[in-house]
């Protein structure tokens, strides 16, 4: 049975069970007998369930079907020039490098057709003259009072190419970007054939109201999300963002309702001049001027080809200051657009945007959702009124077929596990600023999003307190369920307990992932299987590069080799980039390949001199790729894996369970403060190994690494009658101290 065939028929199963149960729960569920506080709470629950199944049923009926169009195959000459907009206000030059980088290798029939473009609304002289080293425009704009709308409007105002493609500071193109996105602008001038050729229309073909809009690719990251990083899953599942641009973006095609992301994008200018430009007085420009082109007529497509990669949030202040961003944006402009008055808009459309307002109240409801087994458990106030069986008749199937509905629609992307526990860790801080915006109190202060990446402990258990008081009173509620369930055989409590069960674990990874997980790398570490070359004196050694980052690279060699301890030259090449540099040898060790008894020889290299020709080049060779994050959720992702993976990544130790921190062995003797001697044999930035005997047993100790320099250790535990492990108390300090790197160097550490 093909599969949109199987999707159909669960789908309607899923509508006629569901339709029966929210019938059942309207006539005959409602705890009228049990006072005003209960009719309030069962009022709310069913407002939330019922709007909670429209904002489902919407997305999987738009998915039924789903309009994607076909990439047509248009004549070289036909490529239009193109305006490329780095939108940037406050970005370093290291991440508009990569950028403009990415930029400059995108492939197009005639290069000179391609204008890029910096648009500094911080007009920085250091942005202007990277623009100038590297060969592409820059547009400064002073005193910008309209954030980004301003700064992309100023650059509109002095270019002149039919298409524009809009890129945030740290999205890294493909090269395949414009080749990729561009002919889709020719749609209406071309038809394919039953041979598979694509033929251009004549003119009595050709339908005047056809005209493109925009084409919005997905955000794709290179780094793990923080879902994934903090909650030890980026090996397991997708980036949060993945599933609303590869699936939820793609099914609005069909009511012409695809939301322009901001970034990635390409646009016609004809559609941004008659619609004044980039809208302006919204938190979420972006998505406003989106919705502007499309009621101008112009049909605008959403694909799931990713063809660039940026950099997500790596820390949690960040990310709730974006979520709260696009809430509020989102929420403000379409009640200012009026769209159910709207006549610019078909109802089809209408009605998707709405789907998008009643998203933004998820959260909401999944605090409703969390607090209302409470509130029976423990205050014994019924939110409805109902007989056991009566409950597993109704709810149980709609439950059931809706839940094979949704995932059979996610494509493998997400599964509605993570989507609770997503909705459970943003809850506490999103209510309050959606709820504002309704209201009318609106923000307009622009939030520009954190682009840089920095090693920090990336936590505030402050924000976990909403979700560990929302989880005593779960666990406390689960107590006595079960108690009534052992006590009175009361068979009913058995759906409280599951319910609870599972908020309880949603609440258990909201603390899990505030807790935080540390970055240890200031530049992300990428697989790949690459040729590659180690040459010094007269010797080439032959091998790949298994994994490559922007500091360094790894390479694995059949055959032990004889690497100096000093500077070597390294080769590096794929089909399409070829880099060549000095390095140092930093580590060394043999290892199996999975399946395989066949011992290998891995050699971690610095880059320790890279110049500008082989810098563009090199970064080209990490970037211009496939992540190797996860595009689909791993099969054997499950409850217990979620809770076994964060209980033992979070075990005190030197190693992490997912990313090991980097162990430098120095085998050298320091004195400390109190004049004694410490020999250190190993050090990690977190932890150090230091000699240990009975009589110095477990005090601090203060390792003397320069003058000035000290290093704070505390006693863990010990290894053996001679090694201990201590924790480096002030290592924020010696991490960030230029000193202390110059200081390991000489050292000429092996780790």
């Not at 109201?209 to 925009?214: M, T, V, W």
């Amino acid at each position: 049975m093909p599969k949109q065939t199987k999707y159909k028929i669960v789908l309607i199963i899923s509508t006629i069970l569901m339709a029966i149960y929210f019938g059942w729960r309207l006539f005959f569920t409602f705890p009228f007998k049990y006072g005003i506080v209960a009719m309030v709470c069962a009022v709310i629950l069913f407002a939330c369930e019922l709007v909670s199944a429209i904002e489902a049923f919407i997305h999987l009926l738009s998915s039924m079907n789903p309009v994607v169009p076909e990439k047509p195959d248009i004549p070289l000459e036909w490529y239009p020039d193109v305006d490329v907009f780095i939108a940037t206000h406050n970005e370093s030059t290291d991440v508009l490098y990569k950028t403009i980088n990415g930029c400059k290798y995108m492939k197009y029939p005639d290069k000179s057709k391609v204008h890029i473009w910096i648009c500094d609304d911080g007009y920085r002289q250091e942005v202007k003259e990277l623009a100038e080293r590297m060969g592409v425009g820059w547009q400064g704009l002073q005193n910008n009072k309209l954030a980004k709308a301003g700064n992309l409007n100023n650059a509109l105002a002095h270019t002149s190419a039919p298409l524009v493609v809009t890129f945030d500071a740290d999205m890294i193109p493909t090269r395949d970007f414009l080749i990729e996105t561009v002919p889709y602008f020719f749609l209406p001038k071309m038809k394919k054939l039953k041979d598979g050729s694509w033929v251009e229309r004549s003119e009595k073909e050709i339908d005047p109201d056809y005209k493109i809009g925009f084409i919005q690719t997905p955000q794709n990251f290179y780094n793990p999300d923080l879902f994934q990083y903090n909650l030890y899953a980026e090996g397991k599942v997708p980036n949060e963002q993945d599933y609303f641009f590869r699936e939820i973006n793609v099914s609005r095609n069909k009511s012409n309702s695809p939301i322009y992301a901001g970034s990635n994008t390409v646009i016609s200018r004809q559609a941004l001049e008659e619609v004044g430009g980039i809208a302006t007085g919204t938190i979420t420009e972006d998505f406003e001027t989106g919705i502007h082109i499309q009621g101008r007529g112009y049909s605008c497509y959403a694909i799931n080809k990713v063809v660039a990669h940026g950099l997500a949030p790596d820390s949690i202040d960040s990310l709730i200051k974006q979520r709260e961003r696009w809430g509020r944006g989102c929420v403000y402009s379409l009640r200012k657009m009026h769209i159910w008055t709207n006549d610019e808009m078909p109802l089809a459309s209408k009605i998707s945007y709405y789907s998008c307002q009643i998203y933004w109240w998820t959260f909401l409801r999944r605090f409703v959702f969390i607090l209302c087994p409470i509130i029976f458990a423990v205050f014994s106030i019924p939110v409805m009124e109902c007989k056991p069986w009566e409950l597993l008749l109704f709810w149980l199937p709609s439950y059931f077929m809706f839940n094979m509905a949704q995932q059979m629609e996610s494509g493998g992307i997400r599964t509605n596990r993570w989507s609770n526990i997503i909705d459970t860790i943003m809850f506490p801080y999103l209510i309050i600023p959606i709820m504002l915006e309704a209201l009318g109190f609106a923000q307009h202060k622009f939030v520009v999003t954190r682009k840089d990446r920095v090693i920090e402990e990336n936590n505030d258990v402050r924000l976990a307190v909403p979700h560990g008081i929302l989880l005593a009173f779960s666990i406390i509620s689960l107590v006595l369920s079960i108690s009534d369930l052992i006590k009175y055989k009361a068979f009913g409590s058995i759906i409280i307990i599951y319910w609870l069960a599972v908020n309880a674990f949603a609440l258990t990874m909201a603390i899990f992932f505030m807790l935080g997980r540390r970055n240890m790398r200031m530049t992300e570490r990428y697989k790949v299987d690459l040729p590659a070359k180690v040459i010094f004196l007269d010797k080439t050694y032959y091998g790949e590069a298994i994994d490559v980052s922007e500091e360094g690279l790894a390479i694995s060699l059949d055959e032990p080799a004889l690497v100096p301890e000093g500077i070597v030259r390294i080769h590096v090449k794929t089909h399409h980039y070829n880099a060549h540099f000095n390095a140092k040898l930093v580590y060394a060790t043999d290892y199996a390949e999975s399946g395989s008894d066949e011992r290998k020889y891995r050699y971690s290299f610095i880059i320790t001199d890279l110049d500008e020709a082989n810098k563009s080049q090199y970064y080209q060779l990490i970037y211009d790729r496939e992540p190797s994050l996860p595009s689909f959720t791993d099969k054997n992702d499950s409850l217990f894996a979620n809770l076994a993976d964060n209980f033992a990544g979070r075990v005190e130790g030197v190693n992490e369970q997912k990313r090991r921190l980097y162990r430098l062995d120095i085998n050298r003797e320091l004195p400390e403060k109190d004049g004694k001697k410490a020999y250190i044999y190993d050090y990690n930035y977190r932890y150090a190994a230091l000699n240990w005997s009975r009589d110095i047993g477990s005090r601090d100790r203060e390792v003397i690494i320069d003058k000035d320099m000290v290093m704070k250790c505390k006693f863990v535990r010990n290894f053996d009658d001679n090694r201990a492990l201590y924790k480096i108390k002030n290592n924020q300090d010696l991490v960030f101290n230029e000193k202390f790197d110059e200081i390991l160097a000489r050292w000429d550490l092996v780790g």
